[in-house]
C-alpha cells in the first residue's frame, strides 16, 4: 500500500487518541514509530508528525534519545484535570439548557439507551467509549468548536488518569447519573444540571485514588489494531 493510499497524520493521532481513551493504551506503554509505521503502513517521518500532535495535546511524552511513551499523569495533574473538566462541563450544559431542541434531546436520550445496553452486555470497550462520548456529545450540541475540542483534550486526559488511578471495578461514570443530566437540560434547568454535572463528576473523581501510581501497560499493537 503507497502512503498516500495509507493513514493520515490525522488518522494516526485519532486512533491513538481513542485508544488511549479507552484505555487500550495504558500510561507508560512506549510508542515505537517503527511499530506505528508497520501497523498504518506509513514512514516513520509521519509517525514522528502523529506523536509531536499528541505530544503538544499533553498525550504522549517525547523524551530525547528513548522515545515517545503514553504518558503518566501525576496526582496534581490529576486533580487539576478534574477542576477545570468541573467549571467547563458546567458552562457546558449550562449553554446547553438556552439553545437545546427536541430532536438534541432524543439523541442525547437515545445515546443514555446504548449506554444502559452496553452496561447490561457488560461491553467494556463500549462502555468506556459511550461514557467519555456523553460528554463530547454535549459539547457538540452546543456547536463550539472551542469548547467541543477542550472537552476531547480533557476526556482523553481523564482517561489516562482513570487507567492509572481507578480504585473501583467500574469501567464508565453511570447512565444513571447521565440521564438524569439528560432530564434537568429537557427541563432546561439550568440550576440543576450545573449542580448534577459537577455531583457527577465529584463522584468520578471520588473513584479514584489519588495515592499511588499503577503500572498498567499494554501490548501497543494489539492497542492500535
Known sequence: MSEQAAA????????????????????????????????FQVSRARVRRALTELERDGLVTIIPNRGAFVCKPSVE?????????????????????????????????????????????????????????????????????????TMRDLIARSSLITAVYRNTTHANCGPDEHADIVEAIALKDSAKVAHLMTHHLEHVEAELDLSDIRDLLHDLRSALA
Open 8 to 39: 493520515s497524520v490525522e488518522q494516526i493521532v485519532e486512533k491513538v487518541w481513542l485508544s488511549i481513551a479507552e484505555r487500550r493504551l495504558r500510561p507508560g506503554v512506549q510508542l515505537k514509530e517503527e511499530q506505528i509505521a508497520a501497523i
Open 77 to 149: 495533574e490529576a486533580r487539576d484535570v478534574f477542576y477545570v473538566r468541573r467549571t467547563v462541563e458546567r458552562r457546558v450544559v449550562e449553554r446547553l439548557c438556552t439553545t437545546v431542541t427536541k430532536s438534541d434531546i432524543k439523541r442525547l436520550r437515545d445515546h443514555v439507551a446504548r449506554e444502559r445496553e452496553a452496561n447490561a452486555q457488560s461491553a467494556t470497550t463500549e462502555i468506556i467509549k459511550l461514557s467519555g462520548g456523553f460528554h463530547l456529545l454535549l459539547a457538540e450540541l452546543i456547536g463550539s468548536d472551542f469548547l467541543f475540542t
